[in-house]
């Protein structure tokens, strides 16, 4: 009995300790990092970062105040990309007082988001736009930098970009802080114009409504979400409100374009949203936070597109979760099989020091126990020799594992920034197979060789990557063969392959 008890609790530990950095990413899975700007070390503000599938690098913007920032771009071993800018690494240099707040893909480059100061008390939307390289596009608006002019007291919290191509900015108007409306949002197009149909929409449903961000929903229509502030409570509510792409407020969604979820509990001192994300099957997930004096809990809802709260999601459409006492909502993710991943900052009662973690819940708002490091269901970040450890964004590889990046004290002279990569229990993202063709493609993930064998003659075969661009190809009359992808940056790739009744048959890998 007692040898059976000790296997059960192996056992148990074993399925407890299952995620882990990911060595393979800078040998240990984290690497730290101070930005010099002008020479001086800086305190780095780590915000936002980018995932390329094709290539598998990684991108960090890292903002350092008004005064500009830097972009790290690292191979997918961790190495710094010695063909990005100065071995790697670009310095963001303005005339203009700025704060970029997100960056994103464009066919050529990056893309940055914010907003720019050219004098005291005006704040205007911008986006900046750099080549590939990590130069500055000088071909994008005025030397790389849009701005709108007419809108000069706009403060962006967040910015998305959504499968228009058009980037939304949210956060909140300056001018009417404390006032009726207060949360504003623009949006440019990929070419940097500004969507004068939208326009820049103003909103408010009590005195101090913001808008902590916006995603586009796939119909086109755009969801800002955010809090409120409730007099006869005194209490901040969590609000989500639909916009037509016109910017005219959705009446078809919730209750005349605005939903305030209930939560369903007692004791709520206030609530608050402050990420969103829309599922492969629709569904709308809506992340924030919930205070019960004096605990705080990560809040998920989630509802239809029509604003229809899910009842049968968690408990009566709604997840609660916490790792600390204090927390804060910093990102949420979905996977195609409606599993919920989100990154948290928070610290406890008695202790100030900031901890990160990763929540994994499984498609029916469950927690998943099996996704841990430690404490199940979470992922806590560990950082040896850190006193602060500030989580700010997160991102999912089609292999399935997530980078984080966020700043962190107590390691380097300054407040310096981090990455790291962690392995986790979700299914990769973009292996799917289209058959005519019986044919095994191994291995998969591959390193150097990819192995084909068919039932059928294989005329031809061709390796295309994500931009369509044809990168390897040869004719083959064979059923059996191998292919050398040993000089393919790692990514994802396509190979078809063609019989000699010129079938053709796709299937994706994965070069690492």
Not at 117 to 130: I, M
Request: charged share 20%; hydrophobic share 40%; glycine share 10%.
């Amino acid at each position: 009995m007692k040898r059976l008890l000790l296997i059960l609790m192996l056992s148990y530990s074993v399925q407890l300790i299952a995620q882990q950095y990911d060595e393979t990413f800078n040998g240990t899975g984290l690497l730290i990092g101070q930005s010099n700007y002008d020479g001086v070390n800086m305190i780095d503000n780590a915000k936002d970062i980018l995932y390329d599938p094709a290539t598998g690098n990684i991108v960090m913007w890292n903002e350092l105040g008004y005064s500009g920032g830097t972009l790290h771009r690292y191979l997918p071993n961790g190495t710094l990309d010695p063909t990005f800018g100065v071995g790697g690494n670009v310095e963001i240099h303005m005339e203009l007082d700025n704060r970029f707040e997100s960056v994103f893909a464009t066919d050529e480059g990056y893309q940055l988001a914010g907003h720019v100061s050219p004098e005291h008390n005006v704040f205007l939307p911008a986006v900046l736009e750099l080549n590939y390289d990590g130069s500055i596009n000088t071909d994008f608006g005025i030397d790389g930098l849009v701005t709108e002019a007419s809108i000069d007291s706009f403060i962006p919290f967040h910015a998305t970009k959504g499968p228009s191509g058009k980037i939304t900015l949210a956060g909140w108007d300056y001018d009417a802080l404390f006032a009726d409306p207060a949360a504003g949002m623009a949006r440019f197009d990929d070419d940097g114009n500004f969507d004068e149909d939208f326009g820049f929409l103003t909103f408010g449903v009590n005195v101090h409504t913001e808008f902590r961000s916006a995603i586009e929903l796939s119909d086109g229509r755009v969801i800002g979400y955010g809090h409120t502030y409730n007099e006869t409570a005194d209490s901040n509510v969590g609000y989500i409100a639909c916009f037509k792409d016109n910017g005219d407020l959705d009446i078809s969604f919730g209750d005349n374009g605005i939903v305030i979820p209930k939560p369903d509990t007692t004791d709520i001192h206030n609530y608050q949203f402050y990420r969103a994300i829309q599922g492969n099957d629709g569904s709308i997930y809506i992340a924030g936070i919930l205070a019960m004096i004096p605990d705080y809990f990560l809040y998920v809802v989630k509802m239809d597109v029509n604003g229809n709260i899910m009842e049968e999601y968690g408990k009566n459409g709604a997840v609660f979760t916490k790792a600390t006492d204090i927390t804060e909502c910093k990102q949420i993710l979905v996977t195609p099989a409606n599993e919920v991943y989100l990154l948290s900052i928070g610290h406890p009662l008695d202790d100030a020091t900031v901890e990160t973690h990763i929540f994994k819940i499984l498609a029916d708002g469950t927690p998943d126990y099996s996704f841990t490091n430690g404490n199940p269901g979470t992922f806590k970040i560990n950082i040896e020799d850190a006193e602060d450890i500030i989580g700010a964004k997160m991102v999912m590889q089609t292999d399935g594992k997530i980078v984080v990046t966020g700043s962190v004290d107590g390691v380097g002279g300054n407040r310096d920034f981090f990455v790291c990569r962690i392995t986790s229990n979700s299914d990769p993202m973009a292996i799917h197979q289209t058959p005519i063709l019986d044919f095994k493609l191994s291995p998969n993930p591959a390193f150097s060789q990819l192995s084909i064998t068919s039932e059928q003659m294989i005329n031809y075969y061709e390796i295309v990557a994500t931009t369509g661009q044809i990168l390897l190809q040869e004719i083959i009359q064979a059923t059996q063969f191998e292919v050398n992808v040993f000089t393919l940056p790692n990514g994802i790739y396509l190979l078809n392959l063609t019989d000699q009744a010129g079938n053709v048959t796709s299937q994706t890998f994965i070069k690492k």
